[in-house]
């Protein structure tokens, strides 16, 4: 028994250091005085200071930053809607059809959406004279992706949710709106957080996509990263690297934070109405 308690935990400590290890390495080296990686000369601030001279890096991320927030608040409000039509209406003409359009991004490669993409909207430009490769057409790109993702989100809440609550609801006198409002928001306020967190990231770190679909002034930050790598990375690369780690953990922490608070307000007024109704 004992032996097999060591094993587990070794093999977790294990996992654990193959994932995060190579993080640890990129962050340490942010502050290596030397620009070789594998080589340690001291500790430094200045390849922060030369990020902060970097335009082109610079560009990229502010440019990535506000697609990848766009992109997290269109794919919940679409995969919303697309998780609440696939689960609440379970006949109506199409169906199939839908949900098999609506998984689909899931399981095709990123190569084949991003070429798809690109040869529709570029007949689109050449019919209509628009859109113009950029921010818009990488936007597009990227919620077809993310919208998929939200609604598997989304639905996996939605199929865990006991009907009686809305019925109660509806049978009180409250309109499918204010269920909605009230009732249902609620309850899967933490499955939106999540996706809108999933779909952020995707964005955000996406090259396929954003390759196809990008044009002359549009390039996104994992393009400014991935064209330079293949002349060697600068080390104010891991710097900005760096700096997003920080941001997202602290995100995440604090969502998770917001969600364990939220799971334990809702339980404890759970435990009071089923009180009082005693």
Do not use: C
């Not at 933490?190 to 990008?214: E, M």
């Not at 997003?244 to 917001?258: F, K, R």
């Amino acid at each position: 028994m004992k032996s097999n308690v060591l094993f587990s935990r070794a093999w977790l400590a294990g996992s654990y250091a193959f994932l995060y290890l190579p993080i640890v390495a990129l962050v340490i080296f942010s502050f290596n005085d030397s620009a070789i990686p594998s080589l340690w000369r001291g500790f430094t601030f200045k390849w922060y200071a030369a990020l902060a001279n970097d335009g082109e890096m610079l560009a990229g991320f502010w440019l990535s930053l506000r697609i990848a927030l766009a992109t997290a608040f269109g794919s919940v409000i679409l995969g919303t809607f697309a998780a609440f039509a696939l689960v609440k209406y379970k006949r109506f003409s199409g169906r199939t059809l839908f949900a098999g359009m609506v998984n689909a991004p899931l399981v095709m490669p990123e190569v084949i959406l991003g070429l798809s993409l690109l040869l529709m909207l570029v007949s689109l430009q050449r019919l209509l004279g628009f859109p113009e490769r950029g921010l818009m057409t990488i936007w597009l790109g990227h919620l077809l992706l993310g919208m998929a993702y939200a609604t598997v989100v989304v639905q996996s809440r939605l199929q865990g949710l006991p009907p009686s609550l809305e019925e109660a609801a509806m049978d009180l006198g409250a309109k499918p709106a204010q269920v909605f409002r009230l009732v249902t928001l609620p309850m899967i306020a933490q499955s939106l957080l999540s996706a809108w967190l999933l779909t952020f990231t995707i964005s955000l770190d996406d090259v396929v996509i954003s390759a196809f679909l990008s044009g002359p002034g549009a390039t996104t930050m994992p393009l400014v990263i991935f064209s330079r790598a293949r002349l060697g990375l600068n080390p104010s690369v891991n710097a900005m690297a760096t700096v997003i780690i920080t941001v997202v953990s602290l995100g995440v922490i604090a969502a998770s934070y917001w969600t364990v608070r939220a799971e334990r307000r809702r339980q404890q007024e759970v435990n009071a109405a089923q009180r009082s109704g005693s």
